[in-house]
């Protein structure tokens, strides 16, 4: 009695303990605070239709000059917010205890980060994008130039800012609403490494960008050109944390959101620009309000029987299940997929069979243990754009028959019972006439 | 042709009876004495250390005896162990022979149900010096069935110390020859007894006895190809008879069917070629027994006739069967005969072909001092017990020659083997000892009664004082055996008479009755002949107490400042038993797979019972490439944690850099890439400045040497290689260090996971931005801490 009520008191505590904190969990992986570091407090109107929107949905801001003393991300080993949103390009080195580590850091136990560069962005955020995989141009007084695909505007004549609609298709990481107009975007360039898997290019430039100084002639060809220059890339790291880097603040401001947009060459106008849609919805994706995913409840058990066992024999049928949500921002919704696949590995995959899956979030798989014995492993590897990565193993052993369990007598080998049997019988009159015939 | 011993001491007079009996007595409290002296000769250890399992393979039997203690032995059976060999197992029942384990267990149960609280590592310590004691008891039989009591029992007292055996049997040494040899002579002795007796009784015990070898040891096929060769040896002298019938035939077919029963030999019994001469000689010993009843019911003259048509017959289709069985043999890779088999056949073989084999210290070719270290003395007296078996030549001492003959042959291919000669040259030197004693005591007391006689004085008094007529009684009885048995093949001796006329009159009266020498040399020659004893018990006390005590996983080492105990072995097994999870799977070189599974009870990639060679390659090569390979290895593996043993700072001689070109050559047996020239400078391994850079990017190097160079101020003295090492600082990116031990003799290390993020191709920006620089090297480490 004694044990049980100190438990309850134990998970009543500790249950209390997450209503009050609403924070980060694997429970509830929405984030809820929010840093925003800034440069100039000015920001904060002039960006402030993306951060009602975001306050709207929840997050608690917390806007600090970048070169605020008292800034930390950590106190006493507890991480203070969920999220960073870095709208400070131009800073050298941030206030307080606050430096390219502390923030890789904060990625690395999980955390999100916004990272808007801009032109003369600073050796701080190219290095934290640096990290990331995120490599800026590296002339530093370089910016986007588009002379194809420029927006057309009264005022500015150099092209750098760009209507971009090459978006990525996508629907986890920009919602299911396609975004009809073109994104306004003034800033700078990066480049992806094509063999970094984490890096996901978002908004492209088009064919005819390339990345130059345009107050100055060019003298060589731009390190940067066409399709390959990347303008927003997110990054999901292995422990999915999600990042977002964009070459343009100016893609965040008020501005842009409202201002209308017409792409060069294009007659058509739209009344307003893509911007706010889509930062919008990808501000859903890197605070996991979208895309994130769970698995639960794995279990395995023979065809027919419902306990688990801990060591399977070889030819065992059996059947293998796992539940599988989405995470939709405020509540765990079952995720549908047709691609689920389940592996039946041991230094290769001897089983690899499609799940299916009843609509309610369960996935299910039925199939032959191979005739090989070993240490198995189920394996649900599940790596799709824009979700967190699932990537289940466990462990089970495959025995070969007992001795028992062989068939005890073979139709094929009758002939030698036969013979063995007649021999005995043979022998045994063999000796017995032997013996007693004279 | 021998006559049974126990028919001589029935024919003897009865006045000698009440002798006999005391004798008996006597023979019976040595026998015992013998048996408390070879099991207390292999407590040193125990006593030096502590009650412990020594080395390698004898914590995996430990283990294996403590699963089938608390399963039971169906489930001991069907055990499937996924442990070792991640990921693919091993099916313990159906792969260990299990003879040893069954009877530690059996021992276990026994004393368990008598209330007898034992441990079970404590019946596995002390397992193999209880068998000891059962071997000298067992060599006590087989040479009193060869050369009569006395021979026996100085046998048995050479046996129960022979350091070759101590060094397989001291208390903790709980692997399979401790058990096995008692099983190799018993079944030797049951041979030779059936083989005097003609009782087919003995036959079947001798199949039975041959069943619990097959249980307990591969090397049961030195028996299953020892005793075809001697039934052969007979029938081409002409020894042949039925009492060699029951001995042989019984043996092969009961022999046979019971060694098929046993999981691990199963169908090899009837399948390869170990086995072939016991079948071979089956059918020529059937031949044979037809020919003598057929040359029994014919005339001689009929029989000639007979003779000449059956061989023509025979001839033909012997042939055929020849080319048949060399076909089928022949089509098999191997020729039919398994890697080890084939090593000790040609000694070469392994060398050239199988890396893994020659690998291990024990299957090398012995030096000549290791026979003087192991043997001792018995190596001299053995060529003394030959010219004793030859004289008379029965059945019993042409096999206990070609036993000696065998064994010195094998033991010349492998160490381990020495193990096997050890009876051999025990039995042989007893022989010639007892036959020394008893050449010298007879003259003592010839010269006593011919003195006595003379002077017409009470001898009687003289006699029961004498302090050697206790031991003269054990070696009076085989002497009058002798005297009776060599009336038998007395015309060849006639013979030898003739020619042998015009040497000196000494040697005919040798050769004529008993050989007496002169009292002053019999003296003399026994003062020697203790004294060579002597020196016999001191080298093997010395041997059991220092060389072969030690267990292996304890090291102790005597410095001017004390005695220093090196522990590190269990402290780090320990350090993985409490510090990482159970399933987590622990990597090292093959030799430390069975303690990691027995004592830190962690999943392992490779161990001692090295079945799978690819996997040991793997293993191997990634020991042998650089950081990154090895990490990508590893962690297709499953690896968490990977083990290296390093003797470098305190000068532990067999550790993993020494044993390194091993692995180079095991993994690039199977994986080409790795080439063993690139290890070597000019043919020389070095891990000094002048290796080749290979080496020194190799896992194996740096997992060794890490931070090596802080334990002496920057020199980096290596002080089993003796020099200085190649290269001192160097950083890990994909191991990370968790756990050496005190004197840093077993170094753990973590396989790092993979990075969160992948860096992009800008370098770092270092210029103005201060404040990053001092953390920037920080970001290399593991980003998950």
């Known amino acids: 009695m004694a044990n049980f009520s100190i438990a309850t008191v134990f998970i009543a505590s500790i249950s209390l303990l997450l209503a009050l904190t609403h924070s980060f969990s694997i429970e509830n992986p929405t984030d809820r605070r929010i840093l925003v570091l800034v440069d100039d407090l000015a920001l904060k109107s002039s960006h402030s239709i993306f951060f009602s929107s975001l306050q709207a949905r929840g997050f608690e801001l917390d806007f600090k000059l970048s070169d605020d003393p008292k800034i930390a ?152 050109s066409g399709s390959s220059i990347s303008l927003v890339s997110v990054v999901q790291a292995r422990n999915n944390a999600r990042v977002v880097f964009s070459g343009s603040l100016d893609l965040f401001s008020n501005k842009f959101f409202k201002s209308p947009v017409q792409k060069a060459g294009s007659s058509n106008k739209h009344a307003k620009s893509g911007n706010e849609q889509f930062v919008t919805e990808i ?43 989405e995470w939709s921002g405020s509540s765990w919704e079952p995720y549908v997929a047709n691609d689920v696949q389940i592996q039946f590995y ?93 | 042709m021998a006559v049974p011993v126990d028919a001589i001491i029935k024919q003897s007079p009865p006045s000698s009876s009440l002798r006999f009996a005391f004798g008996n007595v006597l023979a019976f409290f040595i026998l015992l004495l013998i048996g408390v002296l070879a099991f207390s000769i292999r407590l040193f250890s125990v006593i030096k250390y502590e009650s412990v399992i020594h080395e390698f393979d004898p914590y995996f039997n430990y283990r294996v005896t403590q699963f089938l203690t608390k399963n039971g032995i169906y489930d001991f059976w069907n055990w499937f162990d996924d442990r070792t060999w991640y990921p693919l197992g091993r099916v313990i029942g159906g792969t260990v022979y299990p003879g040893l384990t069954l009877t530690a267990g059996t021992i276990w149960k026994v004393l368990q149900s008598l209330n007898i609280p034992l441990s079970v590592e404590t019946v596995c310590v002390f397992t193999a010096p209880v068998f000891s004691a059962f071997a000298a008891w067992a060599t006590y039989l087989l040479t009193k069935e060869v050369k009569g009591t006395g021979a026996g029992l100085t046998a048995a007292v050479l046996l129960a110390m022979v350091p070759s055996y101590i060094s397989r049997s001291v208390a903790g040494s709980y692997d399979n020859e401790a058990v096995a040899i008692f099983a190799l002579i018993f079944t030797f002795y049951l041979y030779i007894k059936t083989l005097n007796t003609g009782s087919l009784f003995y036959a079947t015990l001798n199949s039975i006895s041959y069943f619990y070898m097959v249980c307990s040891w591969g090397g049961y096929t030195f028996i299953i190809n020892l005793i075809p060769m001697h039934a052969l040896l007979c029938i081409v002298t002409g020894r042949y008879s039925s009492r060699l019938y029951i001995a042989y035939a019984p043996l092969v077919v009961l022999g046979t069917l019971l060694a098929a029963l046993v999981p691990v030999v199963g169908f090899n019994a009837v399948m390869t070629s170990e086995h072939f001469a016991s079948f071979l000689v089956f059918i020529v010993i059937h031949v044979v027994a037809l020919a003598y009843y057929i040359k029994g019911i014919l005339s001689p003259k009929m029989f000639k006739v007979a003779a000449t048509l059956v061989i023509s017959v025979g001839l033909v289709v012997g042939v055929g069967v020849v080319a048949v069985l060399v076909a089928v043999v022949a089509s098999s890779p191997t020729k039919g005969w398994s890697g080890r088999s084939l090593s000790l056949l040609d000694p070469t073989y392994a060398s050239k072909y199988i890396p893994i084999i020659a690998s291990v210290s024990e299957h090398q070719p012995p030096t000549w001092p290791s026979y003087f270290m192991d043997i001792n003395v018995l190596a001299f007296l053995v060529p003394a017990g030959i010219i004793a078996c030859f004289s008379p030549l029965s059945d019993a001492s042409s096999f206990v020659i070609l036993y000696l003959v065998m064994s010195v042959y094998f033991s010349g291919v492998m160490v381990r083997l020495m193990l096997v000669l050890a009876p051999a040259a025990c039995i042989m030197s007893g022989i010639a000892l007892s036959e020394a004693f008893d050449v010298c005591t007879r003259s003592i007391k010839y010269y006593i009664t011919s003195l006595s006689e003379s002077l017409q004085t009470d001898a009687g008094d003289i006699v029961p004082g004498n302090n050697i007529t206790s031991p003269q009684n054990d070696v009076i009885k085989p002497d009058k055996k002798e005297e009776l048995l060599k009336e038998r093949p007395s015309r060849k001796n006639k013979k030898k008479e003739k020619e042998s006329i015009e040497k000196p009159s000494v040697k005919s009266k040798m050769t004529k009755r008993p050989l007496v020498l002169p009292v002053e040399a019999s003296i003399f020659a026994l003062f020697l002949i203790v004294l060579l004893g002597a020196f016999y018990v001191v080298h093997s006390v010395w041997a059991a107490a220092e060389a072969y005590s030690a267990p292996s996983i304890v090291l102790t080492s005597h410095s001017h400042d004390g005695l220093h105990v090196f522990d590190d072995f269990r402290e780090a097994y320990a350090w993985l038993s409490h510090n990482t999870e159970v399933d987590d799977k622990v990597a090292s070189w093959w030799d430390y797979g069975y303690q990691t599974t027995a004592m830190a009870n962690r999943t392992v990639i490779v161990d001692n019972n090295t079945w799978n060679n690819t996997h040991i390659a793997t293993v191997g090569t990634a020991m042998s ?161």
């Not at chain 1, 580590?101 to 690395?108: E, T, Y």
């Not at chain 1, 009843?358 to 039925?366: A, E, F």
């Not at chain 2, 400045?689 to 740096?702: D, E, I, V």
């Open chain 1, 73 to 224: 991300l950590q106190r006493y080993g507890q991480h203070l917010y969920d999220g960073l949103i870095l709208f400070s390009p131009t800073t050298e080195r941030f206030g307080g205890s606050l430096d390219v580590a502390a923030i890789l850091d904060f990625v690395d136990s999980g955390k999100d980060l916004i990272v808007a560069a801009d032109a003369n962005a600073s050796d701080l955020i190219r290095n934290i994008a640096a990290e990331c995989g995120i490599d800026f141009d590296e002339d530093q007084s370089a910016v986007v130039i588009d002379h194809g695909s420029y927006a057309v505007s009264e005022t500015e004549g150099d092209h750098t800012l760009i209507a971009a609609d090459d978006l990525i298709q996508s629907d986890v990481l920009l919602g299911s609403t396609k975004i009809e107009a073109p994104v306004l975007f003034k800033g700078i360039g990066h480049s992806l490494n094509p063999a970094n898997s984490l890096v996901v290019k978002v908004l492209s430039a088009s064919p005819s960008a390339y990345s130059a100084n345009p107050k100055s002639k060019l003298s060589t060809p731009p390190s940067l």
């Open chain 1, 283 to 325: 501000s859903k994706w890197v605070f996991h309000e979208r895309g994130h995913l769970k698995a639960v409840n794995v279990r395995h058990h023979r065809v027919g029987e419902t306990e688990e066992p801990t060591i399977y024999r070889i030819n065992d049928d059996l059947e293998y299940l796992v539940e599988i949500y």
């Open chain 1, 346 to 438: 041991m230094m290769s995959p001897y089983v690899l069979k499609t799940m299916s899956t009843d609509k309610k979030g369960q996935y299910v798989v039925s199939f032959k243990v191979p005739d090989v014995y070993g240490v198995f492993q189920f394996k649900v590897e599940y790596q799709r754009l824009g979700y967190t990565s699932l990537s289940l193993a466990k462990q089970i052993p495959v025995r070969p028959f007992r001795h028992n369990e062989y068939e005890r007598f073979i139709p094929t080998a009758f002939p030698y019972y036969g013979a063995s049997f007649s021999t005995m019988a043979g022998f045994l009159i063999f000796s017995f006439v032997y013996l007693y015939s004279k």
């Open chain 2, 625 to 785: 490439s650089p950081e990154k390979d090895a990490w990508q290895i590893f962690n297709s593996l499953d690896v968490k944690y990977v083990l290296v043993v390093f003797g470098g700072l305190v000068g532990y001689p067999s550790d993993d850099i020494n044993k390194f070109l091993w692995m180079v050559r095991i993994g690039g047996g199977v994986f080409p890439h790795i080439k063993e020239p690139d290890y070597l400078r000019d043919g020389q391994y070095r891990i000094d400045s002048q290796a080749t850079p290979t080496m020194l990017n190799s896992l194996m190097y740096k997992l060794s040497y890490f931070r090596f160079v802080e334990t002496d101020g920057g020199k980096g003295y290596d002080r089993v290689r003796r020099t200085e090492i190649g290269k001192k600082y160097f950083k890990l990116t994909h191991f990370e260090e968790v756990f050496t031990t005190h004197h840093w003799m077993v170094r753990i290390y973590k396989l790092k996971p993979q990075k969160n993020r992948i860096r992009g191709k800008t370098k770092k920006l270092k210029s103005k931005t201060s404040s990053t620089t001092p953390r920037s090297g920080s970001l290399k480490k593991n980003p998950w801490h």
